[in-house]
């Protein structure tokens, strides 16, 4: 019993307990739902939602959001319990800090701005939104889902995924010599 509330107290878990997790995850949804794990349209819709709200416009009638359908649905709660979780998680870990915005790997390189690091932080989240609509799908939506379908396309983007990444650690991070 004591390994398993452990589970919940730990900083980190084991990849191989998070994967299996995912798994089991990814299979519960297209059991149950018949639709993969994805998140990225969430955000778009949320996107919409807003727009919808501050023009007072009928958003809907555009032609991407006659695609992607402006409803709360399942994704939504995905994207909720995403938020959830990781506040619980950090909570009953005792990780969970108020006020630290900057990481000690980016102050090492850019200094201790706040301001910096948020600022950076949202162009980031805004350009990562775009290429996951871009490329059709997001790290969840290909890396996960679509690569468990054996997908060529999400195959081909979890590849893109992992290179981009690793170069732009790099490029940031100064780490090519």
């Not at 398993?4 to 191989?16: A, K, M, Q, R």
């Not at 990814?26 to 955000?43: E, R, V, Y």
């Not at 775009?130 to 081909?156: E, V």
């Amino acid at each position: 019993m004591e390994t398993f509330t452990s589970v919940f107290t730990d900083t980190y878990w084991s990849p191989y307990v998070v994967g299996i997790g995912i798994g089991l995850l990814s299979w519960l949804s297209f059991l149950i739902s018949g639709k993969p794990i994805a998140t990225s349209t969430t955000f778009a819709r949320i996107g919409g939602k807003i727009e919808e709200a501050v023009t007072d416009d009928n958003t809907e009638r555009r032609s991407y959001y006659k695609k992607i359908k402006l409803k709360v649905n399942w994704q939504w709660m995905l994207v909720v319990g995403v938020v959830i979780g990781s506040f619980l998680s950090a909570i009953l870990s005792g990780n969970f800090q108020v006020g630290v915005w900057v990481p000690t790997l980016w102050a090492s390189s850019f200094g201790d701005s706040e301001v910096l690091r948020v600022l950076v932080a949202f162009a980031g989240g805004i350009i990562l939104g775009f290429g996951s609509r871009f490329a059709g799908g997001c790290t969840s939506g290909h890396g996960i889902s679509g690569t468990l379908q054996l997908a060529l396309s999400s195959w081909i983007s979890a590849i893109c995924f992992f290179i981009g990444g690793i170069i732009t650690a790099h490029i940031i991070y100064h780490l090519i010599a």
